[in-house]
């Protein structure tokens, strides 16, 4: 009889339980169900890491792949970016299933990313844009000795001032006419990814007032997609030739035509600009054109001459050393950096000097003015003018009330 009575409890205390756990069911049927799916997906693993020196695809994937294999997917992404060309420091993914090589992701740069994938002994290559979560935000400061200080003092990072000093490098010289109580607000586009800060975009608006002076700038696309900086009247901030080619350094002796050379005692004239700078400073070309000359002589160290359009030259000078693939007729762009900062030659300090010829006359490369290249097409005006007044409500509030400011001329 004991034993009957306590089956039957067993059996009503089960009918309880089953009853208990199936209601617990119903009311997480949602995340349940998804915690069961998950379980029955196949073993993924993805291991993660940064390249090391001395690290190479065949070294990275040798542990999953045959070495052929390896060869024939670097020989095969050759047409975009190869897996050869792997470098120090860049993050990548290789995705595992069941312990196989089923993927493997690059990070090329801050832009793009190489992704292969393997889909039934195939390997598919691809080049594809990194995906970040972007967001519009206002930046500004006041300055009181540097652009650099500024920018740090407003919480940003050093690419942001290199990137508003090269939209305004044509009309303002960051050596020289930099002024204390100088403003300045951007409108630029921050990245994130996963959570975390990635940098910068696009600078959509940047307004710069020097010295009284207000500079405006707004980024337009034009019918073919090529973008460029442009004021509020729709003209290219653009120009032949960038004002200096140095982003940040001093001017340590100007164009003259007496002056006493620090080395061989005597007065000279110095028809050039020397920009007093660290040695390896970076050096840019000012405007597109072609090397005539590059090498060495006794006077001007390493020099690079470079041939402008309608009979300009220019002539860099002192270099510690030349940028890679520099060579006579090699064709630059304005901004290319040619060469780095040194004192090669008749030099007492590393500095560059920089040098102008208009028609073989030299010229004075601080007064000299170059004309602008080509404003909005006017039939993309009313786009471009709808644009600028959006950006321009938001980004005046920076300026304080009462706060004057000049438009250039």
């Known amino acids: 009889m004991v034993t009957k009575k306590f089956v039957f409890i067993l ?32 073993d993924i693993q993805v291991v993660k890491g940064i390249v090391k020196h001395g690290d190479t695809a065949s070294s990275l994937l040798n542990k999953y ?33 069941e312990n196989n090589l089923v993927g493997f992701e690059y990070e090329i740069d801050k832009n793009d990313r190489l992704v292969i994938q393997k889909n039934k002994d195939i390997f598919s290559i691809d080049q594809v844009p990194i995906e970040y979560d972007v967001i519009l935000e206002m930046v500004s400061s006041t300055i009181t000795s540097s652009l650099f200080e500024a920018v740090k003092k407003s919480g940003e990072g050093i690419q942001l001032a290199l990137s508003l000093s090269d939209i305004f490098a044509w009309d303002i010289d960051f050596i020289r006419d930099i002024q204390p109580g100088d403003q300045f607000k951007i ?27 207000l500079f405006k700038a707004f980024l337009h696309k034009d019918s073919k997609g090529i973008p ?82 309608n009979g300009y030259i220019t002539s860099y000078n002192h270099m510690s050393k030349f940028a890679k693939g520099m060579k006579q007729n090699k064709q630059v762009l304005q901004g290319d950096v040619i060469g780095y900062v040194g004192m090669t030659g008749y030099a007492t300090g590393p500095h560059l000097d920089f040098r102008m010829k208009k028609n073989g006359k030299l010229i004075d490369p601080l007064k000299h003015r170059p004309p602008s290249e080509k404003p909005v097409n006017p039939d993309e005006m009313d786009r471009f003018l709808a644009k600028i007044q959006k950006l321009s409500a938001k980004i005046l509030m920076v300026f304080k009330p009462g706060a004057s400011a000049k438009t250039p001329t």
Do not use: C, W
Not at 83 to 96: D, T
């Open 11 to 42: 059996f009503f205390t089960g009918i309880i339980l089953a009853l208990l756990v199936n209601s617990v069911f119903a009311s997480n049927s949602g995340s349940n169900t998804q915690k069961r799916f998950s379980m029955t997906l196949p």
């Open 65 to 97: 792949l045959p070495l052929q294999t390896i060869y024939e997917i670097s020989r095969r992404s050759s047409d975009g970016f190869t897996l050869a060309h792997i470098r120090k420091g860049q993050p990548y993914k290789i995705i595992l299933k």
């Open 187 to 213: 409108l630029v586009e921050k990245r994130y990814r996963n959570g975390k800060s990635a940098g910068y975009g696009q600078i959509h608006a940047a307004f710069f007032t020097n010295n009284g002076t």
């Open 228 to 309: 460029g900086y442009y004021d509020e009247n729709g003209n290219s901030l653009q120009k032949a030739f960038l004002k200096a080619p140095l982003a940040f350094s001093r001017i340590s002796s100007k164009f003259t035509k007496k002056r006493m050379h620090p080395i061989l005692k005597e007065y000279r004239s110095h028809p050039g600009v020397d920009y007093a700078a660290p040695k390896g400073t970076p050096i840019k070309t000012v405007g597109d054109g072609v090397i005539t000359q590059i090498g060495y002589n006794k006077g001007m160290g390493n020099y690079i001459n470079i041939r402008h359009y």
